[in-house]
């Protein structure tokens, strides 16, 4: 008997661990099935927090929601305009009661619209003229004509003129003259400090070498070598070669970077943000994305930070030490302000005068660019005056107007008129700047940014 009470002992013992390994390992396996089912549900909540993203106006994530055999809760946390950080928890079955808990996090960018400004100043066949003392510190691309003026013009990059009309003239001075390389069917009275291209030299002194079918009246000597037909009055520090064995290919014409169907994807971005009036803001405030039927007009000093893309069907004002700048959540991204109605002759006007102030968000590489739609090639459509500063001005069917010591990053425009003592100092960023831009693209995950955070 006390044998078999002891193998009894023994025996229970044994089936009493078996059956505690057995549930240990039910239980084991039930928390594995639901963990797993966790993380399904966790990976849901990141694809329909995105869908809503992408649907749903305002959606900036939710707590507690059912799906399958548990609930999620989604934390949206934006790093930048075009990022936001999408952490989602869920528990099986419930928040209350979790048998399982996981925890993921996602990062989703929505699109950008690259636009690549190559140049310091680009103009269409409007040309670019450019009065005494003014300056641009980069390069210059023109579809018309060059046109400076007596008093020290100064381009400190490449100048070029597309066209077999296209001509460079009276860009010279004591301390002015175009700094790099000169390109144009006629080039006449200018002083360069590189090479030039061109089917005709007149007037004109060059550090570098020159290539022309024909080279009268140099003003000076050309310091390097010289490839021609016709020589007249030009002395030539170099080796000469003629006649010239190629002959003088026109540049091409260069379209504008901005497409109308881009700035059309603007427009839309400001329109998701709803419509407000007329707007004359005299108290520092906020503002963005919105479509502003009528005008915009900053006055008193005010700081207005743009939180999202403009578009003002009316005109733009900042007078007065204004300020208009990006909020820093745009990072490195660029922004724009748009301004006008497509095919519209008389709405779009942008007025930067006083010490006006246009800014990026403070991030390298961010510019904020204020765009005009007023198609006129007469009146102007963008001027900036009297030390007014700024990041990229752009008038594409229209003429841009810089005078009284403004300054400016970028120009571009149908026709461009730099008055005396405007500087234009280009940044290389700006060749390949990101604007932020919903429309452009939706809402989604950024590969290789999912992560288990438990």
Not at 76 to 85: D, E, F, Q, S
Not at 290 to 303: E, F, P, Q, S, Y
Not at 411 to 423: E, M, S, V
């Amino acid at each position: 008997m006390i044998f078999t009470f002891v193998f009894m002992l023994v025996l229970m013992t044994i089936i009493v661990a078996l059956v505690g390994y057995a549930q240990v390992q039910i239980k084991s396996h039930r928390q594995a099935v639901q963990r797993e089912a966790g993380l399904s549900i966790a990976e849901a909540g990141a694809e329909l927090a995105i869908w809503k993203l992408n649907n749903q106006g305002g959606y900036n994530g939710e707590s507690n929601t059912a799906y399958g055999n548990g609930v999620y809760s989604v934390t949206i946390t934006n790093i930048g305009l075009t990022t936001k950080l999408l952490t989602i928890e869920s528990f099986v079955p419930d928040i209350t009661n979790p048998i399982a808990y996981r925890k993921i996090q996602v990062t989703t960018t929505t699109g950008s619209a690259n636009v690549g400004f190559n140049y310091g100043v680009q103009a269409g066949d409007g040309g670019i003229k450019m009065d005494n003392n003014s300056t641009l510190n980069g390069n210059i691309y023109s579809n018309g004509n060059i046109v400076g003026a007596p008093n020290n013009v100064r381009i400190t990059g490449n100048a070029i003129v597309a066209g077999p009309t296209g001509k460079i003239s009276d860009v010279n001075g004591v301390s002015g003259g175009i700094g790099g390389n000169a390109t144009a069917h006629f080039l006449e009275d200018v002083k360069v400090g590189g090479n030039t291209d061109s089917y005709d030299l007149e007037d004109s002194a060059v550090t570098g070498n020159v290539v022309a079918t024909t080279i009268s009246d140099c003003a000076g000597t050309v310091g390097g070598d010289a490839i021609y037909d016709t020589k007249v009055s030009c002395t030539v520090a170099g080796t000469e070669t003629t006649p010239n064995p190629d002959d003088f290919v026109d540049p091409a014409s260069e379209p504008l970077p901005i497409l109308d169907a881009q700035i059309a994807s603007w427009e839309q971005d400001a329109l998701d943000g709803g419509t407000i009036g007329s707007q004359t803001i005299s108290t520092s405030t906020s503002l963005g994305p919105k479509k502003i039927a009528g005008d915009l007009i900053l006055t008193n000093n005010v700081t207005l930070t743009v939180t999202g893309t403009l578009w003002v069907t009316g005109s733009i004002t900042l007078n007065q030490g204004t300020t208009l700048e990006l909020s820093s959540g745009y990072g490195a991204q660029s922004g724009v302000v748009v301004a006008g109605i497509t095919g519209d002759t008389t709405a779009g006007f942008i007025d930067a005068q006083n010490g006006s102030e246009i800014n990026g968000s403070g991030t390298a590489g961010s510019y904020t660019m204020l765009l005009s739609q007023r198609n006129d090639t007469t009146d102007t459509a963008i001027r900036v005056s009297n030390n007014a500063a700024g990041a990229i001005f752009y008038a594409g069917n229209g003429v841009l107007e810089v005078s009284n010591n403004a300054r400016g990053k970028e120009l571009t425009g149908y026709k461009i008129h730099l008055n005396q003592g405007a500087t234009i100092t280009y940044e290389s960023g700006l060749g390949s700047a990101q604007f932020g831009s919903s429309a452009s693209g939706g809402w989604a995950m950024l590969t290789q940014s999912w992560q288990l955070l438990q």
